[in-house]
């Protein structure tokens, strides 16, 4: 009996022993935090800081991404702006195409004409604070910094329908029956280079949206552009081209 006695026995006393070590422990470190009182305020105000950093770094990243966002969607809304006005003049450009026939008479005509043009020139302006020329170190170099380079399509198809309402006469003329079909055609490239602009997929930075395109987007708008000049040159013998200057043979 006396052998299961003395274990227990044993055990209890490492118990006690362990616990007067903790407490003992706990009375040396509450004595030395009274001793190093200072030191500990610090250590705990270090703590405190390194979170509060990294509190505020956090939001710091929320606020320039919330910063960035607005930005997009304040370009965004202006660029919008801009497409549909020029969706309106192309419309109203090829509604006239068809109709030309129908002016009471040539001051009447002229009148319509002059406004389209002017009303289309200006957009072709304010479209290249949205869409710059592409490769601008490539020609040009001795123009103003906004003219240097090629238009991109989105604005050739704008300067195209210019140029098929500069030689529209009232009576027809040259390939005249089409020429309202030529105009929609170069709305529809407009809507989709701006369509393509305002997807909310894409991830390029606002500034450099349009002039980092998909190449192979890219090249697919430059070769229908290309496509409606040539058809342009065969419609109207000998127009120049404006920035391109490229005379019409």
């Known amino acids: 009996m006396s052998s299961g006695v003395f274990p227990t026995a044993a055990g209890s006393g490492r118990s006690?022993?362990?616990d007067k070590g903790v407490a003992m422990g706990f009375e040396n470190l509450f004595a030395w935090l009274q001793n190093h009182?200072?030191?500990?305020?610090?250590?705990l105000s270090a703590a405190v800081a390194v979170f509060g950093a990294l509190v505020s770094r956090n939001e710091t990243r929320k606020q320039r991404a919330l910063q960035l966002e607005n930005l997009r969607h304040s370009v965004d809304a202006q660029s919008l702006g801009w497409g549909n006005a020029c969706i309106d003049v192309l419309n109203r450009a090829a509604m006239f195409a068809r109709t030309r026939q129908h002016q009471a008479n040539d001051a009447s005509f002229f009148q319509?004409?002059?406004?389209l043009m002017l009303a289309m020139s200006s957009l072709v302006e304010r479209g290249r604070l949205f869409f710059p020329n592409i490769d601008p170190e490539?020609?040009?170099g001795e123009k103003e910094g906004a003219y240097r380079g090629s238009r991109p399509p989105i604005l050739d198809a704008l300067m195209f329908a210019y140029y098929e309402i500069?030689?529209?006469t009232r009576q027809g003329g040259p390939t005249a029956d089409n020429s309202a079909e030529f105009i929609d055609d170069c709305r529809r490239l407009l809507v989709s280079e701006l369509q393509a602009h305002l997807d909310?997929?894409?991830r390029d930075l606002v500034i450099d949206r349009y002039d980092d395109q998909r190449m192979d987007h890219r090249g697919d708008a430059v070769d229908r552009a290309n496509a409606l000049k040539t058809i342009l040159k065969s419609r109207r013998p000998g127009i120049t081209l404006g920035e391109r200057k490229e005379t019409v043979q």
Do not use: T
């Open 166 to 168: 500069e030689a529209l």
């Open 16 to 18: 006690v022993s362990l």
């Open 112 to 115: 319509q004409r002059v406004n």
């Open 138 to 140: 490539s020609k040009g």
């Open 37 to 43: 009182i200072e030191i500990a305020v610090a250590l």
């Open 200 to 202: 909310p997929r894409r």
